[in-house]
């Protein structure tokens, strides 16, 4: 969503990088080209001027000692960069429990927004921390929104409270007071209650959403906005305030292709906190906001900690010891212990995502690599390793022409394929043995798409890489030279 907006602030201190000594001039230039890039975005007016005014009001009075530092372009970029995550509110905000469950959570928000589906993810994100939340079905009004919300419950294992079928009959108010008493019989700890939307803010959604509010007292009402609706995401959530009121928004669409305007002015607009994002279309692409992290990302510096973090929960701590044991003691890497890196990985979600976290992402050449890389691939690799028997997993050199036409044929890949793979893979063999040897990486040699590093952090590299041939040295053209040379 980001990467226009990353690739101007790239751009702009880039430019002043290579100026050297910076003149009050000099700032200005660069802060007009961050403002335009905000405005942009869809960044609200009121928010960008803001931004730019106090980045101003802390670089230039101390202008003087910023160019006496070695690099006085880096410590602009530092003020800007804490700006940044300012504006996006400071720090991560966590939901609040109530001190005598069930804790209760109101979601709100216009229709279309994605609040039944977000409903789902908020679900199963807190199962997952270990609780048992209950969904409650208290939108009567969207046709088939009690069923979705049935369906999305069944797929990530929580019940859901719906003892009316909706489409525009039922009293949500006493759905959801009959809920919450459910919930309390059943021992359920936290609430979800997923309310109607419109599609424009009216005083009857209003009404409403106030008349469940008052009935339920939720412990949080979340916001549910599509960042992808640009500055109308202000303009709502205003209204909404103002309304129901709100503690707290939730950005869906965040891997969408809108400019991310929203994200940049609701916070300092509303006052309200952006407490969880939605990136993506699986239930499992939902986490807590960051703001340090989301301005790490915009200025080009990658989110090392979230890949960390979805590496640590993608791959099984024991085969993660059980593979760094093995490289200890100097058994070789084998097959099937690349399909257990590539199974892992694929429950890390999209490889164009995940590589679009590291430092750099954004820029050209990296950039145009990830966006080539097919996700398919990792399927496709799967496929082959899979069409292997154990013992050709276990010793490459057992794969001979007849197997690996037979293997080709098993994963419905090519030849060639099989091929490229074996050779990559034998590659990484010998640059692990390397490693043991402390010769570091022989050969120019680099570790294949997926490969695993020790400890089971899998390898995040360029998308296709190769290994380097060695390079020739050149012969003398004199024969008495050349034979002196060859002997």
């Keep these: 969503m980001f990467d226009s907006l990353s690739a101007k602030f790239a751009s702009a201190f880039t430019s002043l990088r290579g100026r050297g000594r910076i003149k009050a001039s000099d700032l200005d230039e660069i802060l007009g080209e961050i403002r335009a890039a905000l405005l942009d975005s869809d960044v609200a007016i009121s928010v960008a001027d803001g931004f730019i005014a106090r980045i101003k009001d802390r670089v230039s009075p101390t202008l ?56 789902g993810k908020l679900a199963k994100y807190l199962k997952d921390q ?47 007071k009959d809920g919450l008493k459910f919930a309390e019989d059943k021992l359920h700890n936290i609430v979800i209650v997923d309310t109607a939307g419109r599609l424009g803010i009216d005083a009857e959604m209003m009404q409403q959403v106030i008349r469940i509010r008052d009935a339920v007292s939720p412990d949080e009402i979340l916001f549910v906005v599509d960042a992808m609706i640009g500055q109308d995401a202000v303009r709502t959530a205003q209204a909404f305030n103002e309304g129901v009121g709100f503690d707290a928004v939730v950005l869906t669409k965040l891997d969408g292709d809108a400019r991310g305007g929203a994200a940049l002015s609701i916070t ?4 309200k906190p952006i407490m969880f994002a939605s990136t993506g279309e699986k239930l499992g692409d939902f986490d807590l906001f960051y703001p340090d992290r989301m301005a790490s990302r915009i200025l080009g510096l990658g989110d090392v900690q979230t890949l960390a973090e979805q590496a640590k929960n993608a791959f099984d701590g024991d085969a993660a010891e059980k593979l760094e044991k093995k490289f200890a003691s100097g058994e070789d890497f084998t097959l ?26 954004n820029s050209g050449a990296m950039k145009k690599q990830i966006d080539s890389f097919d996700d398919a691939e990792l399927v496709r690799t799967q496929a082959i390793v899979q069409s292997m028997t154990p013992a050709e997993r276990s010793n490459t050199n057992l794969l001979n022409g007849s197997r690996r036409a037979r293997i080709a044929q098993g994963s419905g890949r090519q030849v060639s394929e099989v091929n490229s793979l074996v050779e990559r893979f034998t590659g990484a063999q010998k640059m692990m043995k390397a490693m043991r040897s402390g010769k570091g990486m022989p050969g120019g040699m680099q570790l294949p798409p997926g490969m695993a590093l020790p400890g089971g952090m899998p390898n995040m590299g360029a998308p296709s890489p190769k290994i380097a041939p060695p390079k020739k040295k050149s012969r003398s053209g004199n024969p008495a030279k050349r034979a002196v040379e060859e002997s």
């Design 64 to 119: 003087d000692e910023i160019n006496k530092s070695t690099n006085p372009s880096q410590s602009i970029f530092t003020v800007v960069n804490e700006e940044l995550v300012a504006i996006l509110g400071g720090s991560a905000r966590r939901i609040r429990l109530a001190k005598k469950p069930p804790t209760v959570i109101l979601l709100t928000g216009l229709q279309g927004a994605g609040k039944t589906t977000l409903a």
């Design 268 to 271: 300092e607009i509303t006052g």
């Design 130 to 176: 270990g609780n048992t939340p209950l969904l409650i079905a208290s939108d009567l009004q969207r046709p088939n929104a009690v069923t979705q919300l049935q369906v999305v419950g069944k797929s990530v294992g929580v019940p859901v409270f719906a003892p009316e079928a909706g489409n525009g009959v039922g009293d949500p108010v006493r759905v959801a």
């Design 336 to 361: 099937d212990d690349f399909l257990e890196q590539l199974q892992a990985m694929k429950k890390m979600g999209s490889m164009t995502k995940l590589l679009g976290m590291l430092p750099g992402a």
